[in-house]
């Protein structure tokens, strides 16, 4: 059987923060939570999502809200 579904990763400063994720709109919103903990932690946060089929996008948080790059 052919599994042709995307699979993504989430890394948070070049660190694996998760994996094997299915759904992106469950990954924005997970990065979120994390940008406003990092945030409220006054750390800086640099986020990458990577997909199995070749998905990437990356971005950094600005007051807890993540800004994606193009």
């Known amino acids: 059987m052919n599994d042709s579904k995307q699979k993504y990763s989430i890394y948070r ?3 694996l923060i998760a994996s094997d ?4 709109p469950l990954i924005m919103k ?4 994390d940008a406003l903990k990092e945030h409220s932690q006054g750390r800086p946060a640099f986020y990458m ?3 199995s089929l070749g998905f990437k996008r990356s971005g950094s948080h600005l007051k807890g809200r993540v800004v994606w790059d193009g």
């Open 13 to 15: 400063d070049n660190d």
């Open 21 to 24: 994720l299915l759904s992106l």
């Open 30 to 33: 997970f990065i979120r939570k």
């Open 49 to 51: 999502i990577t997909g």
